[in-house]
């Protein structure tokens, strides 16, 4: 098994999970990169898996099943028409002969669902390293649940998020909790693996208990003055 991130626009990534000659797709933003990556790799495409209704997550779906018709795609409600197979809090399902379990991660979009795959999770924009998505819904309370949430989750669960927000989120962070050396220790590195254009992802989810303020907020107010001053950095 192996994930390959494709990268999209500016800072998302387009998370392709393969076995063999067998691929999946998470969230498709575009879709030029993806028949590349398949072309070169000679690839065959299993299912295109959706969190969320954002145009940077769905807006290849179309041209990407134009080279692979009847290809289900999965995904909450609220990506129709393009998701056939939609999925909610508890739904589980086989790909690859991996076994995916399926989230309500609410907050950044109503919908938004996240994936898990044995100890991978699939979070979109809900979850991001040191960071969480915009709650564009105004409804902070199912944000804050969802990242409740995540933090009930193993510690070992690797952290697949759709955008290489790392950099920003722990300037953020540092600029927070100065004194915070589990922070000021993954802003340099992460800055020394962006220096070198590598990825800064997976996270886990017992590294971004350490350095993600969001999941250390205790009550909703928090959370929400917390996002706020966010949206304004």
């Known amino acids: 098994m192996n994930i390959y991130p494709i990268k999209a626009f500016s800072d998302n990534y387009i998370w392709c999970i393969q076995e063999g000659t067998e691929a999946v797709v998470v969230d498709p933003g575009e879709a030029r990169g993806v028949l590349d990556y398949f072309g070169e790799k000679q690839l065959r495409l ?3 898996l959706l969190t969320h209704k954002h145009e940077d997550h769905t807006g290849g779906v179309k041209e990407i099943l134009a080279k692979f018709p009847e290809t289900p795609v999965y995904g909450p409600k609220e990506t129709a028409p393009l998701a056939d197979r939609f999925l909610q809090e508890g739904d589980s399902f086989s790909l690859l002969g991996q076994t995916f379990q399926v989230l309500e991660t609410g907050g950044h979009t109503h919908g938004h669902i996240s994936y898990i795959m044995g100890d991978i999770l699939f ?3 809900a979850l991001f390293s040191a960071g ?3 709650v564009f819904t ?3 309370e199912a944000q804050f649940n969802t990242l409740q949430k ?3 989750l193993d510690d070992d669960i690797k952290v697949y998020p759709g955008h290489e927000y790392t950099e920003i989120n722990l300037r ?3 600029e ?6 589990e922070i000021s220790k993954a802003l340099e590195e992460v800055r020394g693996q962006r220096a070198k254009g590598e990825p800064s992802l997976p996270s886990t989810i017992g ?3 350490k350095i993600n303020l969001f999941l250390r907020v205790k009550t909703l107010e928090e959370f929400i003055e917390l996002r706020k001053t966010r949206d304004n950095f």
């Open 46 to 48: 299993t299912a295109i």
């Open 123 to 125: 979070c979109g924009d």
């Open 132 to 134: 969480c998505g915009r």
């Open 138 to 140: 105004g409804d902070y």
């Open 150 to 152: 995540f933090k009930r």
């Open 172 to 174: 953020f962070a540092y």
């Open 176 to 181: 927070i909790e100065p004194d915070n050396k």
């Open 207 to 209: 590294r971004e208990k």
